[in-house]
């Protein structure tokens, strides 16, 4: 019912700069969430942010201790398209990137075991 595909992705040195898109398809979202979430090899999938919009509660982002002030969640206004500026990379982002959608809109966003569709991934490489 939804597709997801993200891009952007690409290798760059610490210090650096990324902007990761994540495209959306076949449903028009008026109550979402969607967010991005991150993987290593031999790790577990992460989350990194989330952004939500319903007519009840607006808008809101969050986003993973470990890349705050650093990433930026946002959203263009056809809400298709979400975004994920990432400033002064350090190796250990390394890292295949995924989007994710929530619809409706639920809560527990962190939880990547609550989210309804999910994109192929991008990988991002920081080099040291």
């Known amino acids: 019912q939804v597709q997801l595909v993200e891009s952007g992705g690409g290798l760059v040195q610490a210090g650096g700069s990324l902007r990761l898109s994540c495209a959306a398809s076949g449903r028009t979202f008026s109550n979402y969430a969607m967010g991005w979430f991150r993987q290593a090899p031999g790790k577990e999938r992460e989350f990194v942010a989330a952004?939500?919009?319903?007519?009840?509660?607006?808008?809101?982002?969050n986003y993973a201790d470990s890349v705050k002030g650093r990433f930026t969640i946002s959203r263009d206004n056809g809400n298709r398209t979400v975004y994920l500026q990432m400033n002064s990379l350090k190796p250990e982002d390394t890292a295949v990137y995924y989007c994710?959608?929530?619809?409706?809109?639920?809560?527990?966003?962190?939880?990547?075991?609550?989210?309804?569709?999910w994109g192929q991934g991008t990988q991002v490489t920081v080099s040291s």
């Open positions: 952004i939500t919009w319903s007519i009840w509660s607006g808008g809101r982002t």
């Open positions: 994710a959608a929530q619809v409706p809109q639920r809560g527990f966003q962190a939880d990547r075991t609550r989210y309804d569709y």
